[in-house]
Structure formats: C-alpha cells, structure tokens
C-alpha cells in the first residue's frame, strides 16, 4: 500500500523559509519520480518541483531560484526547501508519486507566508 506523509509546514513570515518532508512507504522509492504541489485558495492544484529517479529536476517559472527538491533514497524521503518565502506561496502542499496511471497523494501541509 502506497503511503506518502508530508510534514514540515506552518506559519512564516515573508522572506522566510521553510522546508517539507515527505516519507513514502509501499514503493520502490528509488524508482520514480516525485513530485510537490500545491493548491492555493481559490486555485488549482499546480505542480511546483519534481525530481526524477536519477535526480533530475524542475520547477515552476514561480519558484524557480527560491525552491529547491531534493530526494534521499536511503530515508525514502524528498523534501522541498523553500525560501525568499511570498504570500502567494500560500498555498496547501502536496507529495505525489504517479505509479502506472495512478497518481498517489498525500493529506497535504499547510504552508501560509503572512506577516
């Protein structure tokens, strides 16, 4: 069973940072590819950093030079190091694994960036 559980969010002010966790279970961890999202109020669910199996990345135009993916495979971990934090950062964040055709979520963290 597929499990991915994020941590790591909360309240910071703006031009700060933050960095999220997410532990996944159940895969070959090493073998995918993983992402972050996340879902502001109002908005869509936009897909903000993704590292592959091999460790390559990408981001959004968004967060580009401010956001940072990183994986460890030992810990079946990824985290999102999030700095020069904007209140348009505010947002839920969400891991994600796609397997085959599924895409696997976890219950999201909070980040909200307001003085």
């Known amino acids: 069973q597929v499990q991915l559980v994020e941590s790591g969010g909360g309240l910071v002010q703006p031009g700060g940072s933050l960095r999220l966790s997410c532990a996944a279970t159940g895969i070959m961890f090493a073998t995918y590819g993983m992402g972050w999202y996340r879902q502001g109020p109002g908005k869509q669910r936009e897909l903000v950093a993704g590292v592959s199996g091999g460790g390559s990345t990408n981001y959004a135009d968004s967060v580009k030079g401010r956001f940072t993916i990183s994986r460890d495979n030992a810990k079946n971990t990824v985290y999102l190091q999030m700095n020069s934090l904007k209140p348009e950062d505010t947002a839920v964040y969400y891991c994600?694994?796609?397997?085959?055709?599924?895409?696997?979520w976890g219950q999201g963290t909070q980040v909200t960036v307001s003085s």
């Open positions: 994600n694994v796609r397997i085959v055709w599924v895409n696997y």
